[in-house]
């Protein structure tokens, strides 16, 4: 291969450019999450965080893969100040919710709690 020439740096320039600047536009809770609930992976989560203050998401169930209902979409994501809660069905038309309460920590992990299928349980949320 002959090497890139002005036309092709400039063209790759521009092409990093606007990738930097539209992942300057993303909040810090963009991207992939596991839920860990007791040390164990009970979720993962794919978080969309425009940077605007409303976020979306999804979450996977690990522990079923495979399952039809193993995956779904966060149903409410809220974040107030430090804390952040999540609530979500993991199974369709269930009455089950499993809801998570976490503060935010110094080297960018959540802590705090899961309550899933009643049972109540310490939870970190952290990059995948």
Known sequence: DAPPTP?????????RATYNAAQGMQGPLDGRWVLRANGVDAYYLQLVDKGQGALEGAWRDPRRAGAVDASGFIDEIQTVGGRLTLKFKPRRNSAET??????????GQWSGNITDRGDRRSATLSRN
């Open 7 to 15: 036309s092709d740096l400039n063209y790759e320039s521009r092409l």
């Open 98 to 107: 499993v809801e998570a309460t976490l503060e935010a920590g110094a080297s």
